[in-house]
């Protein structure tokens, strides 16, 4: 029985190959990833030789209310803009603690004590991201969320706003281990 | 690299072999499965040869508070009783509407509009319960769900009784199919 992969799994090949050139890894918290020359971000499974394979899914969102999904689809841009040629790959792991938080708890956390939502629709529409979730995978995954970043170069100031602004809060006390991996697009 | 697969990944091959013998297999909404003898329960993927094969995970819960966990924590009792002779396993894949709401709304429609958590807390400790999640897998699964209910020969009337009032809530108005497959123990 072959099964066919989902249309919403993502998968990230860092090697030698790829549309993406690797320009950093930073090391956030944890143990952090093996270097690579490029990133290649592909939505088939396959046996390329490569450094590190990350793959999550998009779903469904766990946490917006009406008003603020409606408030990101107004603001968010698409990935792809000729203009983004930067992008950062944010795999990121979240303590056990935050599993067993029950629903409620965890949406206090991320949005009465941190502003997450709030924080991320000010950095819009110079930030396009996606995100994507490695938890609830058939496979054991190194972490439980890969969010993609895309902006122009001179949005870059903005985006380390961002990061540092969302890293101060309670939310990020969660966060057991988190890598940064920087990317530049190929001068078109 | 071979993945390891995740130790919350449970499988049901139906077919020729297995520990609970299948009594019936009911069509409750959209397409039904094949018929089969035997259900088994595994943690890991082979290849057997299977009439059909569900997998999920089981997850952190999506929608219930700190008060609920502990009520749900306090009264529901492990899989595996030798009393519960009885099981039931049901996959639902719900509509694409329920999966675009946003999470209040999905709350609202599941606890406030259906009572949803409030009704599953009256029939326990008599049926055990464990959710297994398929939707984020990293492949296609024709259901978003799989709930596996044991339950004594004496409750059944109590389990029954808990799916037409579940049946009869706003929430089942999300649901595009459902099946029940019908299982018995082996005599110990």
């Known amino acids: 029985m072959i099964t066919p992969a989902s249309p919403r799994l993502f998968h990230f090949y860092a090697g030698d190959v790829g ?4 320009t950093k890894i930073i090391q956030v918290k944890g143990e952090c990833l093996a270097p690579a020359a490029r990133l290649r971000m592909s939505a088939t499974t396959d046996c390329a030789q490569t450094t590190w394979m990350l793959r999550g899914t998009t779903s469904n969102e766990r946490y917006v209310t009406r008003e603020e999904k409606a408030s990101l689809g107004q603001k968010q841009q698409d990935l792809g803009r000729a203009s983004a040629t930067y992008a950062v790959l944010i795999p990121i792991k979240k303590k056990n603690a935050w599993w067993t938080l029950s629903q409620d708890e965890r949406r206090s956390v991320l949005e009465a004590q ?3 939502i ?6 819009l529409p110079a930030v396009a991201r996606r995100l994507h979730h490695c938890r609830d995978l058939e ?6 969320f890969l969010t993609w970043f895309e902006f122009a170069p001179s949005d870059l100031p903005a985006f380390v706003e961002l990061l540092d602004t969302l890293r101060a809060t309670p939310e990020w006390q969660y966060v057991e281990r988190e890598v940064e991996v920087w990317l530049e697009a190929d001068a078109a």
């Open 118 to 123: 709030e924080i991320g629709l000010r950095y």
């Open 114 to 116: 941190s502003r997450h």
């Open 19 to 22: 549309e993406w050139k690797i």
């Open 139 to 144: 496979t054991v995954q190194p972490f439980d």
